[in-house]
């Protein structure tokens, strides 16, 4: 399945070096700034052995020329644009930082001097979004929690950097869920996904386990949420993905972290279920395996 995805990415980038636009992915005819996230995808398939594009040339050529065209972007704060809605953004950097963090993270595991070269790239990025990232803020509540697992993953790949202090001024602000083990925005089928994700990275990078407690209270809520095809109750939801018909597929890599980490056959049982019913949500489904 990874294959197949990197499959469909490779035809959206452009590789023709006389364009401006030499590295970027087109989505809807447009260069989106936000789209050096995807190299996440092509970096799982170049460091997973399963994957037949382990160790590629080509995948290799096509993760620098992204790089190449993320530093010919960026602002000069290191942050990126969301190009529709969001200019200079820090969180929506965060997002693109939390997207290749893991991938440095395994890059370095690899003995190989492409995989070297790859997580020198995708950590240059990381570590030149960090000052930004800091400074700029955010301006929705799923926002804290994606600059702090950003934030947490960049200073755990880069510990000689400056910034832990920012980090715990959002988690003193207490996470945002309430005894139902529902967040603020109430997007079940969107944000609620992010929020998981965003406390079990940092847990993870700070060592603060703590962080998953209301992991573990909004998949078990999320779980009471599911009808029988899989789709959530979003009739409440604050956000986009109100009255949407949404498969839970955003939610199954946090089910198969927390399995792994508790050895809670009940959670696994769920996100076998879910990619069931949804295959993908690549490439975070795989990141809990990374």
């Avoid at 700034?33 to 594009?53: F, I, K």
């Avoid at 934030?151 to 510990?159: A, D, K, T, V």
Wanted: aromatic fraction near 10%; proline fraction near 4%; hydrophobic fraction near 40%.
């Amino acid at each position: 399945m990874l294959d197949d995805h990197i499959n469909t990415l490779l035809p959206r980038q452009v590789m023709d070096e006389k364009r401006a636009d030499y590295g970027s992915f087109i989505h809807d005819g447009i260069a989106h700034p936000t789209s050096v996230s995807t190299l996440s995808t092509m970096g799982y398939a170049y460091v997973l052995e399963e994957s037949a594009y382990y160790l590629s040339e080509e995948i290799l050529a096509r993760i620098l020329a992204g790089t190449a065209f993320g530093r010919k972007i960026r602002r000069a704060s290191g942050c990126f644009d969301l190009i529709t809605t969001n200019f200079d953004s820090s969180p929506d950097t965060g997002f693109l930082v939390k997207a290749i963090a893991p991938v440095v993270r395994a890059a370095r595991m690899v003995d190989d001097d492409g995989a070297r070269q790859v997580a020198e790239a995708l950590g240059e990025i990381i570590r030149t979004a960090v000052p930004g990232m800091l400074k700029g803020g955010f301006h929705t509540p799923n926002h804290r929690w994606v600059l702090s697992a950003a934030l947490s993953l960049s200073l755990e790949l880069f510990p000689d950097m400056d910034g832990l202090e920012v980090v715990e001024q959002y988690l003193a602000e207490t996470i945002d869920i309430n005894a139902d083990g529902e967040y603020t925005e109430r997007s079940a089928g969107g944000y609620n996904a992010i929020c998981n994700r965003s406390l079990r990275l940092a847990a993870e990078a700070l060592n603060r386990p703590e962080l998953l407690e209301p992991v573990r209270k909004n998949l078990d809520l999320s779980y009471h949420m599911l009808h029988d095809d899989g789709t959530v109750v979003t009739s409440f939801s604050e956000r986009q993905d109100r009255g949407q018909r949404v498969v839970l597929v955003n939610m199954v890599d946090s089910f198969y972290y927390m399995a792994r980490r508790d050895g809670n056959g009940f959670y696994a049982a769920v996100a076998d279920w879910l990619f069931s019913k949804a295959p993908g949500g690549l490439p975070w489904t795989l990141e809990p395996f990374l």
